[in-house]
């Protein structure tokens, strides 16, 4: 198990769990169900460690590409580069930080609804799965993936934001999105410094060619 994208002192981070010999698991069905076994927001599955070939579940669903499994594998690997079911990911160390590069369009969509204040953020409480939010939501929308975000510091590209999955497979609320990050970089078109959940850090930066690098701290748990 790593922790992914994590605090300036180590603690925070998503739990990312990792089977590292995925040729144990080979059926998708299998994977699917151990992946809500352990109830993780994501679970990794690695099909081959020197290629960088990864297979990405939630408890509910599988995912083509998903931020934290991509750092955290970078990170536990050290390769240059993931083989996802979305596309390649550039990946790179640079001591503190564990970097992917990957576009936008890979990402799952979500809502986001930007508040006045990250205090207005951290006061949000977290929608029921299947129902209509409070979160500014047009009414003839059922509630589902929304991310929430505040300025803190507009120039210096600083963010407060929570993160609301809403498929109902108990992970009610997510301790860091790098996806949302990635496509809310890709939507302001500058590099962001994002404190979500209870304290994790994501950093972003917007790259030529439609390209993002999504970048934080990882530790090994267990």
Do not use: H
């Not at 069905?29 to 990864?54: N, W, Y």
């Not at 496509?183 to 500058?190: K, N």
């Amino acid at each position: 198990m790593l922790r992914v994208f994590c605090g300036a002192n180590g603690g925070y981070g998503n739990e990312l769990g990792v089977v590292r010999e995925g040729s144990v698991m080979p059926e998708r069905a299998d994977r699917q169900e151990f992946a809500a076994k352990l109830g993780f927001s994501e679970t990794v599955f690695v099909d081959d460690p020197e290629r960088g070939v990864i297979d990405i579940y939630t408890p509910s669903v599988r995912l083509p590409f998903a931020g934290s499994p991509c750092v955290g594998a970078a990170w536990l690997l050290d390769v240059p580069e993931l083989v996802t079911q979305a596309g390649v990911v550039g990946a790179r160390q640079d001591g503190e930080f564990s970097w992917i590069e990957a576009r936008a369009e890979w990402a799952p969509p979500m809502t986001f609804r930007q508040y006045a204040t990250a205090a207005e953020v951290d006061d949000l409480a977290v929608p029921p799965p299947g129902e209509r939010s409070e979160m500014g939501v047009p009414p003839d929308e059922v509630w589902g993936r929304v991310y929430a975000w505040a300025w803190e510091d507009e120039p210096a590209g600083r963010i407060r934001a929570r993160g609301f999955p809403g498929r109902g497979d108990g992970v009610d609320e997510d301790e860091a999105t790098g996806a949302a990050a990635l496509l809310l970089t890709d939507r302001l078109g500058r590099a962001l410094n994002i404190t979500q959940g209870a304290g994790s850090q994501i950093l972003t930066a917007p790259q030529p060619g439609g390209w993002v690098e999504v970048g934080g701290r990882v530790f090994l748990e267990r």
